[in-house]
């Protein structure tokens, strides 16, 4: 049961003083410079994971998930947290009794009309118990108020739990832009740094390709939640980026025993979009691999990191699609992502130019008449449909772009296709037919998959 109206409970810091200042004005200056000193080019994620270690180890690395957040400060009014539990074994999802959750800035209410429908689901308990000492929590709660403002909260922890109960559970709470959700976990513990540098790479690449079956129990305290959110991300077409990794080798530490934190932004794809900067840059890749290949027959290598900022090292699938005077030129591109984004780029731009084999080659007089565009494609999801005319019925037009696979053959379109075949039942003849499958053809084996894209454009230039 719940605490009546009458038995308000506050639950005060347990890890003050240990994990981060106990004195109210050090631990918000302290929080405040994190912040300030934090880098991301995402400014409106719906849901984040990020680190719960002391602050001088992983504070600097949850910074970047909260300087995200605060792009919707005021319009973010309810914070739902998730985190493991390291000193109470629970199973399933507890919810506090708890009215309040305290810190040395202030109380975060606890927000009980948010949380009624899990009280009705058979995996949710209630029990105070395990908060009590519990830090994978309160370590986030100053920098949601640091952050957020005045918010309230949606604490919860997590034990052993199937991942779609977790998204179950998720889903209940998901919200609106009122809402944002917030995973609490740290990566790989107490290998020597460089072990630890590639389980958590590992990690972050399952992470960004919502591959929540590739993240091994060793690879992060946290993954009971973050393959939940996972789950939600599949569902709701959303994109995941990491904005830091790093280890308490990097931070604070030696490098012989390290921790790894990393922080990770989810949007929703529809509405994802790359700083103008960056994608200039991205146009400047498409372009210098073009020019490359002119003179050298091979695409330019990316130097992630050195060359290009690491916010595009984020694995994604890409086309690149050239036109001349208005007319396709070349197109060519990945399905599934399994590159940094400017690397993927790269490749594509030069086998657009010079690898379709509709087109010739292209040549550097052609240039000055080429366009190209970029798009960069969701993870593709799967569309239910039992005949034809369910798949021409799924479908939303001018939105969609659709992978179309039977008997060993696929063909794909991006959703600029629907300018000029805007009828979803000639779309999917078409998308037959670049398969190389007949545009009457239907077999029960027929798959299909739908995904979106943040595309862009640019022009092609010759080399000054």
Same mark, same amino acid.
């Given at each position: 049961?719940?605490p &009546? ?7 005060p ?26 880098? &991301? ?21 949850a ?15 309810r ?16 919810? *506090? ?6 810190t ?27 908060f ?23 604490? +919860?922890?997590?034990?052993?739990m199937?991942? =779609?109960?977790? =998204?179950? #559970? ?6 609106? *832009? ?10 790989s ?42 789950? +939600? ?25 390290? #921790? ?10 529809a ?9 200039r ?19 330019? =290598? ?5 060359e ?6 984020a ?5 690149? &699609? %050239? ?11 990945? #399905? ?29 007089? =052609? ?9 960069? %494609?969701?993870?593709p ?10 798949l ?11 992978? %179309? ?15 000029? %075949? ?15 499958? *007949? ?21 092609? #230039?010759?080399?000054?």
């Open positions: 049961m719940m &009546t109206a009458m038995e308000r409970v506050v639950k810091p347990a890890v003050a003083g240990m994990f981060y200042p106990a004195e109210r004005n050090a631990l918000a200056a302290e929080v405040v410079r994190l912040l300030n000193a934090a880098r &991301t080019d995402i400014s409106d994620p719906k849901a984040v994971v990020a680190p719960h270690a002391g602050l001088v180890y992983s504070g600097a690395v910074a970047t998930a909260y300087r995200s957040l605060a792009g919707g400060r005021g319009r973010i009014r914070v739902v947290l998730m985190g493991p539990a390291h000193r109470v074994a629970v199973r399933g999802v507890v919810l *506090p009794r708890a009215d309040a959750f305290a040395p800035i202030g109380e975060l209410e606890v927000d009980r009309p948010a949380m009624a429908p899990l009280l009705a689901m058979p995996d949710v308990s209630v029990d105070d118990a395990p009590q000492r519990e830090h994978s929590l309160e370590v986030h709660l100053p920098f949601i108020q640091a952050a957020l403002g005045r918010v309230t909260l949606v604490p +919860m922890l997590v034990g052993a199937a991942p =779609e109960r977790v =998204e179950a #559970v998720l889903e209940a709470v998901w919200g609106g *832009p009122e809402t944002a959700v917030i995973v609490s976990s740290d990566l513990h107490y290998h020597d740094y460089d072990t630890a540098t590639g389980f958590d790479r590992a990690c972050s690449r399952a992470i960004e390709l919502l591959k929540l079956e590739d993240i091994a129990d060793h690879q992060a305290c946290g993954r009971v939640g973050i393959k939940g959110l996972i789950r +939600m991300a599949r569902k709701l077409d959303m994109r995941a980026t990491t904005i830091d990794l790093r280890s308490s080798g990097d931070t604070a530490g030696t490098k012989d025993r390290v #921790v790894g934190y990393g922080s990770y932004a989810f949007e929703y794809a509405t994802a979009r790359l700083p103008d900067g960056q994608r840059f991205l146009i400047d890749v498409a372009q210098r691999s073009i020019r490359r290949g002119i003179r050298k027959g091979e695409p330019i =290598e990316v130097r992630i990191g050195r290009a900022p690491a916010a595009l090292a694995h994604r699938a890409t086309f690149v &699609t %050239l036109e001349q005077d208005g007319r396709l030129r070349g197109c060519i591109g990945s #399905v599934i992502a399994h590159q940094p984004l400017a690397s993927d780029i790269a490749v594509n731009a030069f086998k657009a130019a010079f690898s379709d084999p509709r087109f010739p080659k292209l040549t550097e007089a =052609e240039l000055t008449r080429c366009t190209l565009s970029i798009s960069i %494609l969701s993870t999801r799967p569309i239910a449909f039992r005949d034809e005319a369910g021409v019925a799924a479908l939303q037009p001018d939105r969609d772009g659709v992978i %179309l696979r039977d008997q060993g053959k696929r063909g794909l379109f991006l959703p600029h296709v629907w300018s000029s %075949l805007p009828e979803p039942a000639q779309f999917v003849r078409h998308l037959k037919a670049k398969a190389g499958l *007949p545009r009457d053809h239907w077999s029960p084996g027929l798959r299909a998959w739908r995904f979106g894209v943040e595309k862009f454009d640019g022009d092609l #230039v010759p080399a000054a």
